[in-house]
């Protein structure tokens, strides 16, 4: 195939985190609400995104037709050296960016919808689910899903509905059906709905709907972060930018990226950290939704209804009600058991980062790059700029992961 891309870069497996951590990573379980999750995993998940969640293998070969799809959603990404933002800052050191801004969903997410998508309809599925806060998971999904020949729907919060009819709009582009959650749909939506026929939904009570809507239907529930089979998925964002950086002659010595459940940040950093050398990396969470500082290392639920199995990993609750940040996908309570577990040994910093310092990071990248990052990106971004204010005579190389782009969530510049 004549191609002008360099698809070189597409590495041919998945990177899997777990063998190579300091202590094992303590497997999802069944909860008290819920007895047998890890059961109903098997009814809703595809068979292949079962075993990967639960594999200790180190890689994961890649599908042919998942690596063509890569391609036709513009993988490789650009790994980008901010040369204006150097000058900006009066950096000695080198400032790279990887982004995943440049797939067209606009953010990595479309990164573990392509394989889930493909091993349902290997399985012979026709339709898929799963729910959406923000908008982009629900994109990612909703294209995955017409790629590889399927229908789906998704649950997106209702504020969320009300709030980005443009998101809608893309999905509904894109094929999927989207319905505001709650929904009359599923049992969990019909309760919500009963009591409050305006409710402005959650995305603990749109998973319960997605995965109730699953089980009836006798469909598939894709996941879009936290689980380790994502983050294995997401690891072609770091096996990617390791080998530009080797093309580039640079080792990257700072990485920094931004957690919501932590896969664009555990995708970028751990293929990259493989090697065990000495680097400072710093996971950037939202000041709103403190889960290194003030939550808790415990197992603990992924959806408020306690569905799916419980995990092990630092969480505020999985009642904990953030403010009404921008930065929506940076709202979940928890985060990835790999990511939890190196967060606790230390290997991993973090570091909280408020909106009004969010809208200036994006305003100084948008400025000196052209770039408008997403709300989230933001936050790595302003984690970059600290860091740099505060080592200004090191000329180490930091290389940044800008998680997607902010088109489609301009607002942001309303508020600040
Ligand atoms: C969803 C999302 C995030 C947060 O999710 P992670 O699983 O932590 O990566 C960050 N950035 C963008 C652009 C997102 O869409």
Redesign the pocket.
Known sequence: MISTQNTDIIPENWYNVVPDLPEPMPPPRDNDMHKSSIELLNRILPKKVIEQEFTFKKYERIPDEVIELYEQIGRPTPLVRAKNLERYLNYKGKIYYKF??ATVTG???INTAIPQAYYAANEGIKEVTTETG?G??GTATALASSMNGMKSKVFMVNVSYQQKPLRKTVMNLYGSEVVPSPSPLTPTGRKFLSDSPNHPGSLGIAISEAVEYALENNIRYLL???MNS?ITH?SIIGLETQKQLEIAGEEAEVLIG????????GGFVFPIIRDGKERTIISSTAREVPKFSKGKYKYDYVDNAGILPSIKMYSLGSDFVPESIYAG??R?HG?SPSLSLLVKNGTVKSEEIGEKQVIEALRVFANTQGIVA?P??GHALASAINYVKSNQGERKTIVVNV??HGLLDMSIFNRG
């Open positions: 995943e801004g953010s990595h997410k923000a982009q998971w879009g972060s936290v994502v997401q931004c957690v919501g459940g932590g896969s664009n940040f996908g940076l979940y985060a997403a989230e990106s998680s997607g």
